[in-house]
C-alpha cells in the first residue's frame, strides 16, 4: 500500500512558467517531508524540506506547501529551467518500531522544461 | 563534499549466484541505507543500519540481507539472485538518528539478473 503517491507521472512546462509537482500522503504520523530530484545515471539529491509544523518553506526558485488537513504536499518551481528536468521524489519521515527514523518515498514526476 | 560511492555502476548476473554490492561513505555518517528504484514503484527501503553490526528491515527486505562490519560501509547481499532483483540499486547514508538531516545517495548499481 503507497502510503506516499505522486499522481502525476510526468509534466512539461515551459521554460520560465511555474512547475507544480504534488504529493500526497496517508500517514498522519509523518512529521517530517523531503524533496529530492534525479538526474539519469546519477544518484537523488536533496532538494527542499519541510516540517510538519510549518506550511510553508522557500529556498530561492524552490518553494514547498504543506497542507496537513489535506494531507498533501507541492514543490513549486518558478521560474522554470531546462536544467531542471529530472525526476522528482518526495519522501516522508516515518519513526520505527525501534526508534529509529526511515523515509518513504513517492513514485517520482518527471519533469521536463521545455525551451 | 559528502560522498558515497558503489562498487559497480553495472552489474549482470545469472539466477541463482550470490551478488554483494558494495557501498562506503566517507563523512562518518551513523546511518546508511539500501534502496531499490523500479519504473511506476518508486525508491523502496530494502534495509537500513543506524550502527555498526546493527540493521533493521526496510519495507522489501525479503531476498536480501545486509552487513555492516565497519561504519563506512554497508553491504547488500543477494543470496541466491532471481530475475525480479533486477533493478537499480541506491544507497545513502545520513548523519545521525534525528532523521532530520538529509540522506545522501551513490550514483546507483543497475543488476541484471538473467
Redesign the interface.
Known sequence: DQQ?K?NS?SLSVQEGRISILNCDYTNSMFD?F?W?KKYP??????LI?I?SIKDKNEDGRFTVFLNKSAKHLSLHIVPSQPGDSAVY?C?A?Q??T?G?????????TRLKVLA | DVK?TQSS?YLVKRTGEKVFLECVQDMDHE?M?W?RQDP??????IY?S?DVKMK?K??IPEGYSVSREKKERFSLILESASTNQTSMY?C?SSKS????E???????TRLLVL
Not at chain 1, 41 to 46: D, K, S, V
Not at chain 2, 97 to 100: A, I
Not at chain 2, 102 to 108: D, E, I, L, R, S
Open positions: 506516499v505522486q507521472p517530517y523531503l529530492y545515471a546519477e544518484g537523488p539529491t536533496f524540506s516540517s521524489f519522501a519521515r519513526i520505527t525501534s529509529t527514523y526511515k523515509y518513504i518515498f513517492g513514485t517520482g | 558515497v555502476r546511518n541505507f534502496y511506476g514503484l518508486g525508491l523502496r527501503l537500513f543506524y533493521e526496510g519495507d541506491l545513502a538518528r534525528q532523521g532530520k538529509t540522506q545522501y545517495f551513490g550514483p546507483g
